[in-house]
């Protein structure tokens, strides 16, 4: 996720100031670049959290 935001952001950069629809165009990609991925990065995290605090998986939960 990070590293696409940062591809964003450069390419916002190299977007001329006065074009407005290359900057929403660039804003929009990084919103969607979020939505898309900011649940697995949520999941990842409670995982790893739970992994190391020796919690046990919630109920139903299958897999090693």
Known sequence: MALML??????????DPTDPAGILTALG??????VTLAP?????A???HRSWSGSP??????GP
Request: overall charge positive.
């Open 6 to 15: 940062h591809l964003l952001v450069e390419l916002a950069v190299l977007v």
């Open 57 to 62: 998986r919630p109920e139903g939960a299958r």
């Open 29 to 34: 990609g990084m919103g969607v670049v979020v």
């Open 46 to 48: 409670m995982r790893a």
């Open 40 to 44: 697995f990065a949520v999941a990842f």
